[in-house]
């Protein structure tokens, strides 16, 4: 029973899949590139509260930091747009060693990062894994238990409040 309310409904699935979808379509408007969700999202061990991780590839060389600061003017401008498909709020550029692009989006949180491919591969290695043990999916189940605990129970969860990261979790 708790799992089950845990884990992502099938409106859940659909609801974050229109989000991605939406947000492809307003970076593709920018730049010519592919997007790719990654983490908890198609790992599908992503809580109620949980986050849509993004990263964009390039066809062309941008700069990470002008590709950061054009995307947030693109969904500034989408935040102030009089009947944009979904609301978006608190765009933000972070600076750090990636540059994220962080907003929300229905009120979902949606970070969204340029080149980078480790979360690619975290993903690949974590649906391995899963496979490789089976049991109806039991290794990405634990990960929505300990997840669940650790954010909703002990409080240690929530790199946003400077607490462990779920990538850390996971990984």
């Known amino acids: 029973e708790l799992i089950r309310r845990l884990q992502p409904s099938k409106s859940s699935e659909e609801r974050r899949k229109d989000v991605t979808e939406y947000v492809k379509r307003l970076i593709h408007s920018y730049s010519e590139c592919y997007v790719f969700p990654f983490g908890s999202l198609p790992l599908k061990t992503y809580l109620p509260d949980g986050d849509i991780d993004l990263t964009a590839f390039s066809l062309h060389q941008h700069r990470s930091d002008l590709w950061a600061k054009d995307l947030c003017s693109i969904l500034e401008n989408e935040e102030r747009r009089d009947g944009a498909q979904f609301t978006v709020k608190e765009v933000q550029c972070i600076h750090a060693e990636v540059q994220i692009v962080k907003c929300l989006v229905e009120d979902i949180i949606v970070d969204i990062s340029f080149n980078q491919l480790g979360g690619l ?34 409080r240690i969860l929530g790199a946003h409040h400077g607490l462990i990261s779920t990538y850390a979790l996971e990984t």
Do not use: M, P
């Open 121 to 154: 591969c975290t993903l690949c290695f974590l649906e391995e894994v899963d496979q490789l043990i089976g049991k109806n999916h039991l290794f990405k189940r634990s990960i929505i238990l300990v997840k669940a605990w650790c954010y909703y129970e002990s």
